[in-house]
Nanobody, 122 residues
């Protein structure tokens, strides 16, 4: 069992930065790949970024590539999402998720956090 708690969301102006954190409980955290997803109002949840269990590989949606960076500290059971050059279209609730399974290139989360809201004003 892995429990995930996100933090770091808030209100920021366009062009600004935020760093989201996702703290995990459970001794198996380091064996999971971790993903970030987001859901904007009226839209479906979408993949944003992922990082492998070792931190050696990262993956990003085209919409955030070059602006967002995912990292993890297995010693602290925490994964991060550094978000730079934020745009109003990045406004959403951001969720972290733990996964081992990938189907057709899409992570299939086994555990989800409760989400943290990010609002980017123009």
């Amino acid at each position: 069992q892995v429990q995930l708690v996100e933090s770091g969301g808030g209100l920021v102006q366009a062009g600004g930065s935020l760093r989201l954190s996702c703290a995990a409980s459970g001794r198996t955290f380091s064996s999971y790949n971790m993903g970030w997803f987001r859901q904007a109002p009226g839209k479906e949840r979408e993949f944003v970024a992922a990082i492998s269990w070792s931190g050696g590989n990262t993956y990003y949606a085209d919409s955030v590539k070059g602006r967002f960076t995912s990292s993890r500290d297995n010693g602290k059971n925490t994964v991060y999402l550094q978000m730079n050059s934020l745009k109003p279209e990045d406004t959403a609730v951001y969720y972290c998720a733990a996964y081992r399974t990938v189907v057709a290139g899409t992570p299939i989360p086994a555990y989800w956090g409760q989400g943290t809201r990010v609002t980017v004003s123009s």
